[in-house]
């Protein structure tokens, strides 16, 4: 059985580590990707459901998932498509991206792609809102994904991840307020529910989300703010872990990722916010989503050189 199972678009990473030179660095990214190999660092038993190109990147992905320990016997290969990617460009606002990604693999998942049976063996099923973006057969399959978790006793965790090169805004609004009603759990971030809402006022923004349905846990993410934890009854700000970034590309997904592990070995919503905080910042010193992904031992010792 899994801890976690993760559905959704992995994608070939073109990191432009020099603004002056045409080099590029290849990593791997892919929210629900990254999130499962951050999870599985910190000690969690996960899968991955998708669908990759019968390519060079596709292979790279599979072997990147056995490598770290993820069970890829629900990926599907796609004869046909291909194995999408995107590049990475840094400037003086941060981070970046453009996406060589329509038609790809990923993007033609249907309901039937979930047949093999692994989410009714978890205990999370991870989604996103790039996952729900990519397609409509792949909003289909997140919507089926989650009738199936739920069936079989499993909670469902969102996290927004707006991408608006994906979607209009306003079908995101409508298809994400949807799924944050189903989901147990919500990983929004304040830039994400600013676009949605249009206020950045984070007490406000969590009353919209309440007002709006969404009724498990919420953890509102707030970058360098750190989080805010709504349960239901109290709200709990958990400050972040001040790091001088080199990239923070794929540091939500890694906060994700570390916050379910935790709260499958047992930790409370503030100390598993906590730990995902001090991983998510970790995750932000070197180039790129996947390969800066901190392990657990080096996310602990941080923590313990906090408090000491
Ligand atoms: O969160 C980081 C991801 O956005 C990145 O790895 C690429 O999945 C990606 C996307 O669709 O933007």
């Known amino acids: 059985d899994f801890d976690i199972v993760a559905l959704g678009e992995p994608l070939v990473e073109l990191n432009q580590t020099h603004q002056d030179q045409r080099q590029y660095l290849q990593g791997f990214g892919g929210d629900t990707s990254n999130a499962v190999i951050a999870a599985a660092r910190q000690g969690a038993s996960c899968a991955y459901l998708t669908r990759v190109g019968n390519d060079a990147f596709g292979q790279q992905f599979l072997d990147l998932w056995r490598s770290e320990g993820v069970d890829t016997s629900g990926v599907q290969v796609d004869e046909q498509a291909h194995t999408g990617l995107y590049f990475v460009q840094h400037g003086p606002d941060g981070h970046a991206f453009s996406y060589l990604r329509r038609g790809s693999a990923a993007s033609l998942m249907t309901p039937a792609s979930l047949d093999s049976g692994l989410i009714e063996r978890a205990r999370y099923l991870h989604v996103s809102g790039i996952s729900l973006a990519i397609s409509t057969s792949a909003c289909d399959?997140?919507?089926?994904?989650?009738?199936?978790?739920?069936?079989?006793?499993?909670?469902?965790?969102?996290?927004?991840?707006?991408?608006?090169?994906?979607?209009?805004?306003?079908?995101?609004?409508?298809?994400?307020?949807?799924?944050?009603?189903?989901?147990?759990?919500?990983?929004?971030?304040?830039?994400?529910?600013?676009?949605?809402?249009?206020?950045?006022?984070?007490?406000?923004?969590?009353?919209?989300?309440?007002?709006?349905?969404?009724?498990?846990?919420?953890?509102?993410?707030?970058?360098?703010?750190?989080?805010?934890?709504?349960?239901?009854?109290?709200?709990?700000?958990?400050?972040?872990?001040?790091?001088?970034?080199?990239?923070?590309?794929?540091?939500?997904?890694?906060?994700?990722?570390?916050?379910?592990?935790?709260?499958?070995?047992?930790?409370?919503?503030?100390?598993?916010?906590?730990y995902a905080n001090a991983a998510a910042a970790l995750s932000t010193l070197g180039y790129g989503a996947v390969d800066p992904l901190p392990r657990k031992e080096q996310v602990l010792e941080r923590l313990k050189s906090l408090s000491a």
Do not use: Y
Request: charged share 30%; with cysteine; proline share 3%.
């Open 141 to 274: 399959t997140v919507f089926a994904a989650i009738e199936r978790a739920h069936a079989a006793g499993a909670q469902v965790s969102l996290d927004s991840n707006l991408r608006l090169r994906l979607w209009p805004v306003d079908r995101a609004r409508a298809i994400l307020r949807e799924t944050m009603r189903m989901a147990d759990l919500f990983l929004p971030s304040m830039d994400d529910m600013q676009h949605l809402t249009g206020n950045d006022d984070p007490e406000r923004t969590l009353d919209w989300i309440r007002d709006a349905g969404a009724a498990g846990v919420v953890v509102l993410k707030l970058g360098k703010e750190g989080s805010i934890i709504d349960d239901g009854r109290r709200r709990i700000p958990v400050a972040a872990l001040r790091v001088d970034a080199v990239d923070a590309t794929g540091a939500g997904d890694c906060f994700a990722g570390s916050l379910l592990a935790r709260r499958c070995q047992g930790d409370s919503w503030e100390d598993a916010v906590r």
